[in-house]
């Protein structure tokens, strides 16, 4: 009964909820304990990937190939136990779809190594509106001026946060934007070809594993494990070469920074498992919390684990980091309202003539000859609550 539950969860057929009292909610306790250990696992492996980078693991490259290594063999092991059905799509859809996923995972892994852990965030929150442009200029995708207005508050705490980031560098801001792109490009791909050859999303991801660890292996041989120690036209003393297999060699050096690269394998394994254990028992809302709950702990932990000398910019950096949080649920809320054709926090709290431009579809007027009655009718139906939003308004993906 476990594993055929776990099948039509992995399938992304939803599964019925446990029944409880009569008047009570009812508790799902493993969906609880899904959404706690995503959380956990998340939080610790961007926190220890960060640590690996600052204990000298200087190969960003090559930790993500391990990560694309163990994430295909979780999904042939899923499997050969019976677990999950795997499909195919043809090799070039795949093997592009790979590498937008290596671009994005090694370029994040790559900011998080030149950056700290508050500007990683902050590229990742980037996603959000980059995606929403990118859909608009290759599109034509509009989006509500609700959301333009929540996107503002995110940008304004995006330039916040950069403009007060001691860490900052040009290579690293180079990196930061080079992550949003390919994982823009990325998320635009994985929505497309989901629907196109009809697939889960974890069927997506596990028909383009194994082409991820193979590119993953090439970038990290290309960049982390070839040394020049001298080119042709240079004079002097040969540079020292650091390999990611020098690295491994010198076993008993590093052998604590490499325990927790293993670590991080195995938690990648884990963030996997408690991501599919989500599927079919969660809400879209449930999914807005857990991302926010680990967004908030991730900059906890950068900030404790890894504080700055100049105590000021550190605060000028967190509020900013704030403000761009702020904009985030604010954009993930609204969003959720248009879906359940709710009212959001600017119906509720906005005066009408803030409505009326805030949402001009609520108060469009049908053209037509009206007698003296239904002119009245008319101004009496200007001054009622907006209607709820029609369902075929355009809204764009989640990111």
């Known amino acids: 009964g476990q594993c055929a539950s776990l099948r039509r969860r992995l399938s992304g057929h939803p599964t019925s909820p446990s029944t409880g009292p009569v008047g009570t909610m009812p508790i799902d306790r493993a969906a609880l304990a899904y959404a706690v250990g995503n959380v956990s696992s998340s939080v610790a492996l961007v926190l220890i990937n960060k640590w690996v980078f600052s204990g000298g693991f200087h190969f960003p490259m090559t930790l993500t190939f391990f990560h694309f290594v163990f994430t295909d063999i979780f999904y042939r092991s899923l499997e050969a136990a019976g677990l999950f059905v795997r499909k195919s799509m043809p090799f070039t859809d795949a093997f592009r779809m790979a590498a937008t996923g290596v671009g994005s995972i090694g370029f994040m892994n790559i900011s998080l190594h030149l950056n700290s852990v508050g ?49 900052l560098n040009a290579p690293g801001f180079i990196i930061g934007i080079a992550a949003v792109l390919s994982t823009t490009i990325f998320q635009l791909w994985q929505g497309s070809k989901q629907k196109e050859y009809e697939l889960s999303g974890v069927q997506l991801q596990a028909a383009v ?71 079919g028992r969660t809400s879209a809302i449930t999914f807005q919390v857990v991302g926010h709950t680990k967004t908030c702990l991730v900059l906890t932990g950068g900030f404790i684990l890894w504080p700055v000398n100049n105590v000021q910019q550190m605060i000028d950096n967190a509020i900013g980091v704030g403000v761009a949080f702020i904009g985030c649920v604010l954009y993930g809320h609204i969003k959720m309202a248009e879906s359940a054709q709710r009212l959001d926090v600017f119906d509720r709290c906005c005066p009408a003539s803030a409505q009326s431009w805030l949402s001009p579809h609520k108060y469009k007027q049908v053209e037509e000859p009206v007698d003296s009655a239904d002119t009245e009718m008319g101004s009496c139906a200007a001054s009622s609550p907006p209607a709820a939003p029609e369902s075929g308004d355009t809204a764009a993906p989640k990111a």
């Not at 090439?218 to 080119?231: I, Y």
């Not at 990611?244 to 060699?249: D, W």
Request: hydrophobic share 50%.
């Open 119 to 167: 500007f990683y965030q902050i590229t990742k929150l980037a996603i959000v509106p980059a995606t929403l442009c990118a859909q608009s200029l290759l599109f034509g995708v509009s989006t509500s001026t609700k959301i333009k207005l929540s996107l503002s508050v995110l940008l304004l705490g995006l330039g916040l946060a950069t403009v007060t980031d001691v860490q």
């Open 209 to 279: 594993s194994q082409w991820q660890a193979l590119q993953s292996l090439c970038a990290a041989l290309a960049m982390e494990n070839l040394c020049v120690a001298r080119l042709p036209w240079e004079d002097g003393e040969p540079r020292e070469c650091a390999t990611a297999f020098a690295y491994f060699v010198d076993f008993e050096a590093h052998r604590g920074t490499l325990a927790l690269v293993g670590l991080t394998c195995i938690i990648a394994l884990c963030v996997n498992g408690c991501s599919f254990g989500l599927i």
